[in-house]
């Protein structure tokens, strides 16, 4: 069929999902914004060490999204569900390392950053909380790119959709308090975001057991087999430094910004969650431009893999370079 629609149609479920994924932070601002310039500062001063982390295991999910990938064009559906199981064993001990580092070192980190002292404990605590449940963030990264990788966008859309609603009325109820729920504050909100991923995750290894799920989903395919942990960690890891070089970079200015003072870290934290709605569109081309590349060199159609690459990157170009004249217009 036609390359553009192939790229369009699994692109936009990809984007929208994308965006709910980070609407779990826009929320977080909106109900925090309502707790004053600290309380905005500290979820701002978080985000860029939070996003290294997920960065960094975002290359586990993607390696793991072109493998199976190749293997839907080959159509080998054991090899599928193995490479599902393998990613999911890498991410369970990528999350507890995380998970045991960052608990332990986020106040160095924020000290290092020079967070204020009306700002330091709040952000404490939120990073903590968010690293305690890190295990989910990778859990469902994971199962969100092997869908992605066999081409299934809608239903990781469909989950994220639910628990972002979710997540809405959950902030407010952790942060002000209801009844016998008490007033967390900034804590609160990334408690709300942490409860509203495992549902995710839950959700989505629920369906992996369904008859009618794509890729069949067996806890045998946890234990580790080298050759395929090799496989994953060969494609997944140069994508980790790639992205982790950006997080790294996000950290840098997060932490010159900090030096301005609390109000000018809060409106660069604001901004700058508005323009990462603009970077995940276009990660969101690359993720759907790589799966149909794969699959069709799983297939051995080699010329159409060379073809969709060239347009994806054609689209990306004039598509981006729109959307920066508008984000400068409208800002």
């Given amino acids: 069929g036609s390359i553009i629609k192939s790229i369009i149609f699994l692109t936009i479920p990809i984007i929208i999902g994308n965006i709910l994924q980070s609407a779990y932070q826009l ?4 109900w925090v914004g309502r707790l004053g310039a600290d309380s905005v500062a500290a979820v701002a001063i978080s985000f860029p060490i939070i996003f290294l982390i997920i960065a960094f ?3 586990i999910g993607i390696g793991a999204s072109v493998l199976v990938a190749q293997f ?8 599928i569900n193995k490479i ?5 064993f890498l991410g369970v001990i990528f999350s507890i390392f995380f ?5 332990i070192f986020s106040p160095y980190l924020l000290k290092l950053f020079g967070a204020e002292e009306n700002v330091f404990l709040y952000a404490v605590n939120y990073l903590r909380i968010t690293f305690f449940g890190m295990i989910f963030v990778f859990g469902y990264l994971i199962y969100q790119s092997v869908m992605r990788g066999v081409g299934d966008a809608k239903t990781p859309l ?5 628990t972002v609603i979710l997540n809405f009325f959950l902030d407010p109820l952790f942060i002000f308090g209801w009844k016998f729920i008490p007033a967390l504050g900034v804590s609160g909100a990334a408690l709300a975001t942490i409860t509203t991923q495992a549902f995710a995750l839950i959700i989505g290894i629920i369906l992996l057991y369904r008859k009618k799920s794509i890729i069949k989903f067996n806890v045998f395919y946890l234990i580790p087999e080298k050759n395929l942990i090799k496989k994953i960690i060969f494609l997944g890891v140069p994508i980790s430094i790639e992205q982790s070089s950006r997080g790294s970079g996000a950290i840098l200015m997060t932490g010159l910004v900090s030096g301005f003072g609390t109000i000018v870290l809060a409106a ?5 969650q508005m323009i990462g709605l603009f970077i995940i569109i276009s990660l969101s081309l690359s993720i759907s431009t790589s799966a149909l590349v794969g699959q069709n060199i799983g297939s051995g159609k080699i010329e159409r893999a060379e073809k969709i690459a060239k347009t994806g990157a ?5 598509f981006f370079s729109f959307i920066g004249v508008l984000v400068f217009i409208f800002a």
């Fill in 27 to 30: 929320t977080d601002a909106f």
């Fill in 57 to 59: 295991s975002g290359g």
């Fill in 72 to 79: 839907k064009g080959a159509k080998n559906q054991e090899m």
């Fill in 84 to 88: 599902t199981g393998q990613a999911f």
């Fill in 99 to 103: 998970s045991v580092i960052g608990y």
């Fill in 158 to 162: 469909y989950i994220v959709l639910g």
């Fill in 268 to 272: 660069y934290g604001i901004g700058g």
């Fill in 314 to 318: 054609l689209f990306g170009l004039l």
